[in-house]
């Protein structure tokens, strides 16, 4: 397929799932540029941005597409207000306007696996649910979820032999702990797990070190990526991110 050039989307409603996640369901005719079956494929918002020269670029997850009506959900954290996107979803109404491009690849856990270990931070969320709401029914392993409030623990529909750890941190030194050590408490099952993680920078990493270092899976059992990091803009996260593949592939 071939990508559509970004496009404009219009906010049609807004509602809190969780008290720091917001959903917005976009609509427009730009979306029946894009194909089925996106859900769990990533957009990129692109946000006024004062004083800079061109538009915030912002990365999301299709949460829910709906081809019928020309509709998707996005699930934003509300993480304050100095991300322009956290700021932006805050403060969106119906009939807002926005510049939308995509849709991206989604990244899916390999259904052939023996078991499972999914694990993300509240942006892996909308990602996570897709995977989950995939899984067969016979589906077994651990879902490890940070969030920051206990409160923001979503219903989710996924395969009864999954086990499911809520960890709250609103501080995310103490949530990567929280979730490295829950993570490695897990009884290891037999067979050959697939790994699934999405998550602030440096818990992706010490998760990776525990997950191919430790236990030595192969880079085909795991997906574990980045998807922000503390203290950087995405522009900066982005480069970091690029930075660190090409060192973790030598
Ligand atoms: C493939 C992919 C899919 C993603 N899907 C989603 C999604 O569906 N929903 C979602 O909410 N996010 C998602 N993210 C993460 C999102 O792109 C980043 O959190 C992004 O930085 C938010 O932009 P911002 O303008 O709000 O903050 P930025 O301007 O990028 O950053 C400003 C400051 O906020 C901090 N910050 C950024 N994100 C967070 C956070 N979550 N918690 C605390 N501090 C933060 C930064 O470290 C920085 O200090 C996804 C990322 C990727 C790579």
Not at 31 to 51: C, R, T, V
Not at 95 to 115: C, E, I, N, Q, Y
Not at 190 to 213: D, H, Q
Request: charged residues 30%; contains cysteine.
């Amino acid at each position: 397929m071939t990508k559509p050039k970004p496009g404009t989307l219009e906010v049609l409603a807004v509602r809190d799932v969780s008290p720091h996640m917001r959903r917005i369901t976009l609509g427009g005719h730009h979306l029946s540029q894009y194909p089925a079956d996106q859900s769990g494929g990533y957009i990129k918002l692109f946000l006024d941005n004062p004083g800079w020269d061109g538009p915030a670029v912002r990365t999301y997850t299709i949460r829910h597409q709906r081809e019928d009506r020309g509709e998707i959900d996005v699930d934003f954290v509300l993480h304050g207000d100095h991300g322009i996107a956290s700021r932006w979803a805050h403060n969106a109404a119906p009939g807002d306007l926005v510049t939308v491009g995509g849709p991206g690849p989604k990244k899916m856990v390999d259904m052939s696996a023996d078991w499972y270990f999914l694990i993300g931070d509240m942006t892996a969320l909308p990602a996570l649910n897709v995977n989950l709401e995939a899984l067969p029914d016979s589906a077994r392993g651990y879902v490890v979820i940070e969030i920051l409030h206990v409160d923001d623990v979503q219903q989710i529909s996924a395969p009864p032999g999954l086990e499911f750890h809520w960890l709250v941190a609103t501080d995310n030194t103490r949530g990567r702990e929280k979730v490295v050590r829950c993570v490695r408490e897990r009884e290891w099952l037999e067979g050959r797990p697939f790994v699934w993680a999405a998550s602030e920078f440096e818990t992706m990493k010490a998760l990776r070190r525990y997950f191919k270092k430790e236990r030595q899976l192969p880079t085909s059992d795991v997906y574990i990526s980045s998807y922000w990091k503390h203290g950087l803009r995405e522009d900066e996260h982005k480069k970091v991110k690029k930075q660190d593949a090409e060192s973790a592939e030598q």
